[in-house]
């Protein structure tokens, strides 16, 4: 049983950030007893708008646009010379997005994802700059030119539960409306058909999930495979290999990522992915060589009968 969206943020706003989340681990297992979470990716490099501090760094309000609001009172000049002389600054919120899975199915899909934001206040700038005095409320809340001061932190880093979604539940979406849901489900279909089985999906792959307004007026989400690799990851085997030569590179590829028929997944989640590749392999496997299962041969052959990507 899922926990209910209200007992995430309860237990996001009760739990300490640590590097290895071992606390929210725990109690998120107290919470979902029947599902063992691990903490698979982390990706970060992005910010939402943050608040108020006075020079000593406490709070004055955390929402910078409602503070605005309820001090200006529509009159932007009137707040710059209210606040002019009192060295308040504005924050900004440096976050991380957690990524935790938890296997609850045979099939690849039969996952949940939850997303957790790690955020952490920053000082951004000066609330009045000194030179150039914003015109109206948008300019003030978030100029495109402004001194940016270091980015000391404001209190401590903290949870905010962000998403928990059954990942078998979107894909009950109405795919005839949807290709790109066409071709998650025959790559989770895929998965399973291969000898990647032998590994579980969501030990070595999220989705990207990003919510939109459908022509009808109703909200989905529109998923994109991510693959969970610690560091840069390898570029994919050479087309210009053939024989033992791309065998070796192949099954090479495939220990580095860390589960068998690896190269095939990943080129058909990377738009710009060589997918010559696969013909090169099928030219060798239509000739003297069998470097593949036969489970993963019968994937590939069905591919190149109608190539698709996600």
Known sequence: MLAKTEQLQQLCADTSVESQHMALLAGLHQLMPTLSFQAVLSRGGWHHSGGVVDQEHQMISDNLRQWVETESADDIDQLVNDYMD?????????GQTHYLTASYGEHPCEFVQLEIEELQAVIDRPLIPEDEYPDNLEEFVEPVDYERLPAENVGAAYYRFRRLLPIGELLQQDKRESQALQHLQRFFNDWQQSSAFEAL???????????????????????????????????????????????????????????????????????????????????????????????????LRQWAQKPYGV
């Open 86 to 94: 009192a060295g308040y600054l504005v924050t900004r919120l440096a």
């Open 201 to 299: 999906f969501c030990e070595h792959w999220i989705l990207s999930l990003r919510e939109y307004m459908d022509v009808d007026g109703n909200y989905r989400l529109q998923a994109r495979p991510v693959a969970i690799f610690a560091g840069d990851l390898p570029q994919l085997p050479s087309d210009r290999l053939s024989g033992a030569d791309l065998a070796n590179a192949i099954h090479g590829y495939d220990r580095h990522i860390g589960y068998p028929f690896a190269w095939y997944f990943m080129m058909l989640s990377h738009k710009a992915a060589n997918v010559t590749l696969a013909e090169a392999i099928l030219r060798d496997l239509m000739g003297a060589f069998d470097y593949l299962p036969a489970k993963d041969l019968k994937v």
